[in-house]
């Protein structure tokens, strides 16, 4: 089932790091609004660390009340601007 590779995948994502829906899918064989899907099903309270997902461009999840800047900031996450510095953050399995 597509939520649980997600929810394995996002998982292993490190703190201070991020990977795109589409590394996500690329990883499990799925397109990038499949993993949003299965990211939306997945909700906060599972443990899953939903903020290390974001955009192709670096833009974080609007979700969850915007809280996905806070959180990546409060992990050191580097950040250009308003979105993740894709270069130096990108989980390295994602590169």
Same mark, same amino acid.
């Given at each position: 089932?597509?939520?649980?590779?997600v929810r394995a995948v996002v998982s292993t994502i490190p703190a201070g790091?991020?990977?795109?829906?589409?590394?996500?899918?690329?990883?499990?064989?799925a397109g990038p609004r499949q993993v949003g899907r299965a990211m939306s099903?997945? =909700?906060?309270?599972?443990?899953?660390?939903?903020?290390?997902?974001?955009?192709?461009?670096?833009?974080?999840?609007?979700?969850? =009340? =915007?809280?996905?800047?806070?959180?990546?900031?409060?992990? =050191?996450?580097? *950040?250009?601007?308003?979105?993740?510095? *894709?270069?130096?953050?990108?989980?390295?399995?994602?590169?």
């Amino acid at each position: 089932m597509i939520v649980e590779e997600v929810r394995a995948v996002v998982s292993t994502i490190p703190a201070g790091r991020v990977a795109s829906y589409g590394d996500i899918g690329r990883r499990i064989q799925a397109g990038p609004r499949q993993v949003g899907r299965a990211m939306s099903l997945l =909700g906060e309270g599972h443990g899953v660390p939903w903020w290390r997902v974001v955009h192709a461009d670096g833009t974080p999840a609007s979700c969850h =009340g =915007g809280r996905a800047r806070e959180l990546l900031d409060g992990e =050191g996450t580097p *950040m250009l601007g308003a979105r993740v510095d *894709m270069k130096r953050a990108r989980c390295r399995w994602a590169a």
